[in-house]
Every structure is written in structure tokens, then in C-alpha cells.
């Protein structure tokens, strides 16, 4: 089992950038596929970005794509999220989230293990 910790979330202005991090403990950090999902107030929860145990693979989908990017150092035992050009529909709670499932057939309730969230707000 695996624990996880976001922190790097803060109030930006439209257009700035932030990194977020999510720190691992506990199991093994390699054998998680990893991802980054956010809610903002009064929506549903939604993926913002997947990477593979290895790092190699991600996927993104449309509302992020070319504007966030994540990454993980599998020896910090850390995943981040590199977020650009952001916007005031960017904000909401961000949540770092592990799996063991293969992240090509994961589902969001195949990620059972969870951070407890950073806010991100970016005013206009």
C-alpha cells in the first residue's frame, strides 16, 4: 500500500505556470501507474494526466493537452504536474492518484489510492 502527498498548489494569475508534486511512500513506487485528477467546485472529478510505471508513457486529454505535462523521478519516489498557460477553468482541488492496473486499462476506480488534493486557483 502506498501513501501520497500533494503540495506546489497556490493562487496564480491567468497565464502563469505551476509544478505540483506528489510525494510516494510506502510499497513500491515502480509498480504503480500514476495519475493527476482534479475537481473543481460543483463538477465532477475528472483525469488530468496518466504516466506509466516507467515513466515513458502519458496521455492527457483534450483540455490539458499541450498546456500540462506530467513526469515522474521513479527514484524520489515523486510524480509531477507541470501546468502552463493556465487558466481560471484550471481551478480546483488536484489529486495524485496510484494505481497497480496496467494504466492503458485502468479505470478511475482502478486508482484506489489517493492523495489528499492541493488547490489550485487562477484568478483572471
Known amino acids: 500500500q502506498v501513501q501520497l502527498a500533494e503540495s506546489g498548489g497556490g493562487t496564480v494569475q491567468a497565464g502563469d505556470s505551476l509544478r505540483l508534486s506528489c510525494a510516494a511512500s510506502g510499497g513500491t513506487f515502480s509498480n504503480y501507474a500514476m495519475a493527476w485528477f482534479r475537481q473543481g467546485s460543483g463538477k465532477e472529478r475528472g483525469i488530468v494526466a496518466q504516466i506509466s510505471r516507467g515513466g515513458v508513457l502519458t496521455h492527457y486529454p483534450d483540455s490539458v493537452k499541450g498546456r500540462f505535462t506530467i513526469s515522474r523521478d521513479n527514484g524520489e519516489n515523486t510524480v509531477y504536474l507541470q501546468m502552463s498557460n493556465l487558466k481560471p477553468e484550471d481551478t480546483a482541488i488536484y489529486y495524485c492518484?496510484?494505481?497497480?492496473?496496467?494504466?492503458?486499462?485502468?479505470?478511475?476506480?482502478?486508482?484506489?489510492?489517493w492523495g489528499r488534493g492541493t488547490q489550485v486557483t487562477v484568478s483572471s
Open positions: 492518484a496510484a494505481t497497480t492496473a496496467n494504466w492503458k486499462f485502468a479505470t478511475e476506480s482502478d486508482y484506489g489510492y
